[in-house]
């Protein structure tokens, strides 16, 4: 780091010192007996900012190697589907020309494979099967809402590509054009099943990829305050807070040190032991949890020892992993 990216670090540091003798960390908390919340600004600022929150955390979770691995799967049993209902139609069908049912079952291989396959990926991510089970009802209803929509685009995407393709067959084959009419519902039932069947097997291999990477833990975390590294073991890191340009690790002994930083990318690096994100200022051990109790309006305050930290009504997963900790 150069002489002056270093100046304006301490310089930082040194500003961010003086707020803390007046002001405390953002986010709801009180530690060792003081209370320290702080306002959490219009209902209209915190929901819009929640919502691109949840947006955001969707697309972490998308991970493309799980639509990689999909895709693998999906397309030699696609394929063994189309031969199978093919000749099945042919001989349900004699009337028909040979390569008519050819293209019905390829034409709709190709649209789910080619164009709608990414959307029970997507959806799943963002609303995983395990908000069914969660408690409360904001949960499902979340899980029930995405999955709808993403259902809609799906066959949409799916009856489209098939339309469109089994018209330039039927023009390619000299034969009459091809007419799909009002077969939309009867399509979507169908869909509803395929999608379905998606969605548990994009669900079953992230829940496969990620414990397959499930690493060693660790015994300590690096924390860079300033010019010196604080080597923390990971039983002794209670919680991590937002502060400004920083974060802030709120160890066992007492100690507080500030590591120039993001809340997401502490996040990033501490959520596979046992880490959770409770808040969208707070990052808590989960487990270090001594207890929990409700504040009214769906929010909690989790319990760490001396440390009390929020529990937003924004983060139901987290809610569910800290009570199973606790």
């Given at each position: 780091m150069s002489d002056t990216a270093g100046l304006h670090e301490d310089e930082d540091r040194a500003t961010l010192a003086k707020r803390g003798a007046g002001r405390q960390a953002p986010g709801d908390v009180r530690a060792a007996g003081r209370d320290i919340r702080r306002g959490r600004g219009t209902n209209g600022d915190e929901r819009g900012a929640s919502g691109r929150r949840w947006w955001s955390d969707a697309l972490r979770r998308a991970d493309p190697r799980d639509l990689r691995s999909g895709y693998l799967i999906v397309a030699p049993v696609a394929l063994v589907v189309v031969v199978v209902n093919?000749?099945?139609?042919l001989a349900d069908l004699p009337q028909v020309a040979?390569?008519?049912?050819?293209?019905w079952e390829g034409t709709s291989a190709a649209a789910i494979v080619g164009l709608a396959l990414w959307l029970p990926w997507l959806a799943t991510a963002a609303a995983s099967p395990e908000e069914i089970v969660a408690e409360g009802w904001r949960p499902k209803l979340r899980f029930a809402a995405v999955h709808a929509v993403a259902l809609l685009a799906y066959s949409g995407l799916h009856v489209a590509g098939l339309v469109w393709l089994r018209k330039l067959a039927y023009a390619a084959m000299e034969a009459e054009p091809y007419v799909f009419g009002d077969r939309f519902v009867y399509e979507l039932r169908k869909d509803l099943i395929s999608y379905a069947v998606f969605a548990g097997l994009f669900w079953l291999v992230g829940v496969l990829r990620r414990r397959r990477e499930e690493p060693v833990r660790p015994v300590s975390f690096d924390i860079r305050d300033g010019g010196r590294i604080i080597r923390a073991p990971l039983s002794q890191i209670v919680a991590v807070s937002s502060a400004g340009n920083y974060v802030e690790f709120w160890l066992a002994d007492g100690r507080r040190p500030l590591m120039r930083a993001t809340l997401a990318a502490i996040e990033v690096e501490l959520e596979r032991f046992g880490f959770v994100r409770a808040h969208r200022s707070w990052l808590v051990n989960a487990g270090a949890v001594t207890g929990l109790r409700p504040d009214g309006s769906g929010d909690w305050t989790v319990e760490l020892?001396?440390?009390?930290?929020?529990v937003s009504r924004r983060y139901p997963q987290a809610l569910e992993r800290l009570r199973a900790a606790g």
């Open positions: 093919a000749l099945s139609n040979f390569w008519e049912p050819w293209v020892g001396a440390l009390e930290a929020p």
